[in-house]
């Protein structure tokens, strides 16, 4: 169901009458773009890749473990370390799986971390995102995904987290797209009151992806954040809490199962802005450019349990129209399977009711068609707004000025975001009295090496 509800608006079942299951996406889905997971590892021998050498490239790049990358490993398996509970693998299909995937044309490209208790060192990550700004980067064809996150201080947060930063500046700079999930810990993502952020998620260049709660299809226009999903003011935008995904465990056994956890919501996000570069190749994405053209597609202001003033946008891949499956309408417009009203003296309003010359609401009844008759994917819109996006190579990108931090290396490891986990307190996770964090663990993601005087020349983080 995450797949349908992100190809089309809000549902209203006043005005259809059943809830189309369907994924409609462009053709093209995300073809000769790029798609970079650092995670816990990888198994692509899953029927969920099977069309990998024919439409497109899945395999493993690289594997990190105590600092140390090789990328003399097998293509399809890398990092199987089983107290990872599968999280790459799962992460892989709903970015790109055939059936599970949002974007099943694009390149996959893995990177796995090796984890201890679920959890893998801030060196490993950094390793990870210097290999890929070396050597992995085309420019504006990248997306990232970072499903993982921790905390940092937001007054005085050392120098690991500016170096964590200057490595997503660089990344964006070199025209990469980079996404990442908000955290499971049911907490603001920049807390001022407590001093904490959670990062990458906080980071400038970075769009951070909140989760909505499960939906019902009976009740599918009543969107809700998750309990356990993070959100805040840096949350961009938000995406499906909960999929419907497959893995393949080391004994070559397919299994297929509902998985829950931003871990999940920000590769939806990553298989979309995939699409949207594949359909789009003259503009020259990068994270800026990504987060304003998904917020122009998204659904604004539905999700109802969101404060005033965040970024309130549940993610849309271009495809707003709602269809029927049954073939009854009873509205119009977009949300009516665009239907117009009967009545010549009735208009249609915004929400998809034909309102009559009294001012009353008049339901229609549409003679039923057949579901094959849903026309194919394309754009709801007509993109007036795509002259706004530049074709050049010199796109600017601005970010804030850095300031110099000379605080001791801060040890704590970076987690994954969980797919089963309960939430703590926030106070749990901020103790005032000591000012420490506890990170919480889950599941694994990247690596990269320990800032050294060529990594920070020019930067300020020596």
């Not at 420019?139 to 499903?147: G, Q």
Request: aromatic share 12%.
């Amino acid at each position: 169901m995450h797949l349908s509800l992100i190809s089309q608006g809000i549902v209203n079942h006043d005005i259809i009458g059943s809830f189309d299951y369907n994924y409609y996406y462009p053709s093209s889905a995300g073809e000769d773009i790029d798609i970079i997971l650092i995670d816990t590892g990888f198994n692509f021998e899953n029927e969920e890749f099977s069309n990998h050498g024919k439409e497109r490239q899945v395999r493993c790049v690289a594997e990190i473990q105590n600092a140390i990358l090789s990328e003399s490993l097998e293509e399809s398996r890398c990092g199987l370390h089983r107290e990872a509970s599968y999280h790459g693998e799962i992460v892989a299909d709903i970015v790109g799986g055939l059936e599970s995937g949002v974007a099943n044309k694009a390149n996959i490209y893995g990177i796995a971390v090796h984890s201890k208790e679920g959890k893998f060192l801030e060196e490993d990550m950094f390793l990870a995102l210097q290999y890929i700004i070396d050597t992995l980067i085309r420019p504006h064809k990248t997306v990232i995904n970072l499903s993982s996150g921790i905390y940092y201080p937001i007054s005085e947060p050392g120098d690991n987290y500016h170096h964590y930063q200057l490595l997503i500046r660089r990344l964006v700079e070199k025209g990469a797209t980079v996404i990442a999930s908000a955290g499971n810990d049911g907490a603001l993502t920049y807390n001022r009151k407590h001093n904490f952020q959670y990062c990458p998620c906080s980071f400038y260049g970075v769009i951070c992806v909140g989760g909505i709660k499960d939906i019902h299809p009976i009740f599918s226009n009543h969107y809700e954040v998750d309990a356990y999903s993070n959100s805040g003011e840096t949350v961009n935008i938000y995406a499906p809490f909960y999929v419907y995904g497959s893995y393949q465990d080391e004994k070559g056994r397919d299994h297929d199962d509902y998985f829950y956890g931003t871990s999940f919501s920000a590769p939806i996000v990553a298989g979309v802005a995939a699409t949207i570069m594949g359909e789009f190749k003259a503009i020259k994405f990068d994270s800026y450019s990504m987060n304003d053209f998904l917020i122009r597609l998204g659904e604004k202001n539905r999700i109802t349990n969101l404060d005033p003033g965040r970024n309130n946008v549940f993610l849309n891949n271009g495809k707003s129209m709602v269809y029927s499956s049954d073939g009854m309408y009873y509205g119009c417009g977009y949300h009516s399977g665009h239907h117009t009203c009967s009545n010549p003296k009735s208009t249609c309003s915004e929400e998809g009711y034909c309102i009559n010359e009294n001012g009353e609401i008049e339901l229609e009844k549409s003679n039923p068609i057949i579901k094959d008759d849903f026309p194919d994917f394309d754009f709801d819109f007509d993109f007036p707004f795509l002259s706004y996006y530049s074709t050049t190579d010199d796109q600017a990108t601005e970010f804030p000025e850095w300031y110099d931090e000379s605080d001791e290396k801060n040890e704590e490891r970076i987690t994954t975001d969980p797919f089963f986990f309960e939430p703590e307190d926030e106070e749990e996770i901020f103790n005032e009295n000591d000012k420490t964090f506890s990170v919480t663990l889950i599941d694994d993601p990247l690596l990269i090496p320990e800032p050294t005087d060529d990594i920070n020349e020019g930067i300020g983080l020596d």
